[in-house]
């Protein structure tokens, strides 16, 4: 009896948690990308505009495009890791909570080649545009 019930929630709800796909995170910003002697992520930056008629916030998309959904909301102000470039989109790297804090991101030293940003920190893609240069 147990089995047909819970055969019948799945069917009514979908398939289990554990088995459904994992999200796409998107495109992970790449970082050491100008060689072993600069930082990782060579500059920090603030966001310091916003996109007109988009809110109090700067908006974060998982890839360098604002196709996808959006991934995370940033308030002005915020200072970001600035990681690889794409055109008219930088990759970025931030904090995310209270106990985690800008130099917390692991980016602030070199690294021997360009990688994927593995954490522990938040990474995503923002307009270039709004991103106001502060270190680097």
């Keep these: 009896m147990k089995a047909l019930a819970i ?7 979908g398939t289990p948690l554990a ?9 992970i910003p790449m970082i050491g990308m100008e060689g072993p002697e600069k930082d990782a992520c060579p500059g920090i930056g603030r966001i310091a505009l916003f996109a007109p008629k988009k809110g109090d916030f700067m908006r974060v ?10 991934k995370d909301k940033l308030p002005l102000s915020t200072l970001v890791w600035l990681c690889e470039a794409d ?3 930088q990759g ?3 904090p995310i909570g209270e106990n985690q804090e800008l130099g917390d991101c ?3 030293s ?18 270039a545009k709004y991103i106001e240069l502060v270190a680097g």
Excluded: H, M
């Excluded at 055969?7 to 709800?13: N, R």
């Excluded at 998309?61 to 959006?70: E, H, L, R, S, T």
């Design 19 to 27: 088995a459904q796909e994992p999200i796409d995170e998107g495109r």
């Design 7 to 13: 055969t019948a929630a799945i069917a009514l709800f």
């Design 61 to 70: 998309y998982p890839g360098a495009n604002d196709v996808g959904p959006i």
């Design 110 to 127: 070199s690294i021997a080649k360009p990688e994927p940003y593995g954490g522990p920190c938040q990474f995503g893609w923002v307009e």
């Design 106 to 108: 692991r980016v602030s």
């Design 87 to 89: 055109e008219e989109w």
């Design 92 to 94: 970025i790297v931030y």
